[in-house]
C-alpha cells in the first residue's frame, strides 16, 4: 500500500506569513507523529496524536505552532507569523499504534524569507 | 530526558569493508528503531529491535537492552550505503533520535 505522504514537498514564504504542511498517514494506522529536522541534526519530536486526540505536543516549540487531525487520519501542521527560525524539514511520521515501528513521509522542506 | 548517543559521527570506508555504528541511550526505552536518511532526506527504515538480533542482507542489527546500547552492522559495504544512519528510541510514546553517523563510502 501507499507509504506516508506530505504536502507541499517544498515550501518558500516570507517571515510573518502563516503556513500549513499537510500530512496523509498509512492508511489504518492511528498514530501520527510531527517532526523537525533542521540542517545536520537528528528528526525533534514536536507533537503526536493517537486518533484525532493530540495525546502530546510537548515538543511543539511555542503557541505559533498548531496541528489538527479532525477525522483522525490527515493531519495539518499550522505555523502563524512564521520566523527565518522556522526554516526546516518538517516530518510526518504514522504507525499502527503507540509504540509500534513508526514510518515517515518524504518531508516538506520550509523555507523562510 | 533520555540522551541518545551515535558514534561515530564519521565514517569513510572503502566499498567492501565492514563496519559497525553504535547507539548509546541513557535510560530504558520501549523499543529502538535504525533508520538510514538517503541523499534526498527520505529515512528508510532498516530495523525495529527492542532487544536481540535481526539481520537483513548485508545489514545486521543487535539491541542489549539491559546495557543500552544498539550496534549496527554494515557489511561488504557498497557506494548506495553512503548518507545517515540514525538510531531512535522510543520512549513514553516519542521517538527520541541521535544525531547519526554519517557514512561515505568510496568506490
Known amino acids: 500500500g501507499a507509504g506516508v505522504s506530505q504536502t507541499p514537498s517544498n515550501k518558500v514564504t516570507e517571515k510573518g506569513k502563516y503556513v500549513e504542511l499537510r500530512c496523509d498517514p498509512i492508511?489504518?494506522?492511528?498514530?501520527l507523529y510531527w517532526y523537525r529536522q533542521s540542517l545536520g541534526q537528528g528528526p525533534e519530536f514536536l507533537i503526536y496524536f493517537q486518533g484525532t486526540g493530540a495525546a502530546d505536543d510537548s515538543g511543539l516549540p511555542n503557541d505559533r505552532f498548531f496541528a489538527v487531525r479532525p477525522e483522525g487520519s490527515v493531519s495539518t501542521l499550522k505555523i502563524q507569523r512564521t520566523e527565518r527560525g522556522d526554516s526546516a524539514v518538517y516530518l510526518c511520521a504514522s504507525s499502527s499504534g503507540p509504540g509500534n515501528e513508526q514510518y515517515f513521509g518524504p518531508g516538506t522542506r520550509l523555507t523562510v524569507t | 530526558g533520555i540522551q541518545v548517543e551515535q558514534s561515530p559521527p564519521d565514517l569513510i570506508l572503502q566499498e567492501g569493508a565492514n563496519s559497525t555504528l553504535r547507539c548509546n541511550f541513557s535510560?530504558?526505552?520501549?523499543?529502538l528503531q535504525w533508520f538510514h536518511q538517503n541523499p534526498w532526506g527520505q529515512l528508510i527504515n532498516l530495523f525495529y529491535i527492542p532487544s536481540g538480533t535481526k539481520q537483513n542482507g548485508r545489514l545486521s542489527a543487535t539491541t542489549v537492552a539491559t546495557e543500552r546500547y544498539s550496534l549496527l552492522y554494515i557489511s561488504s559495504s557498497q557506494t548506495t550505503d553512503s548518507g545517515v544512519y540514525f538510531c531512535?528510541?522510543?520512549?513514553?510514546?516519542?521517538?527520541?533520535f541521535g544525531k547519526g553517523t554519517r557514512l561515505h563510502i568510496l568506490p
Open positions: 535510560d530504558s526505552v520501549n523499543n
Open positions: 531512535a528510541v522510543n520512549r513514553d510514546d516519542k521517538i527520541i
Open positions: 492508511s489504518g494506522h492511528t498514530a
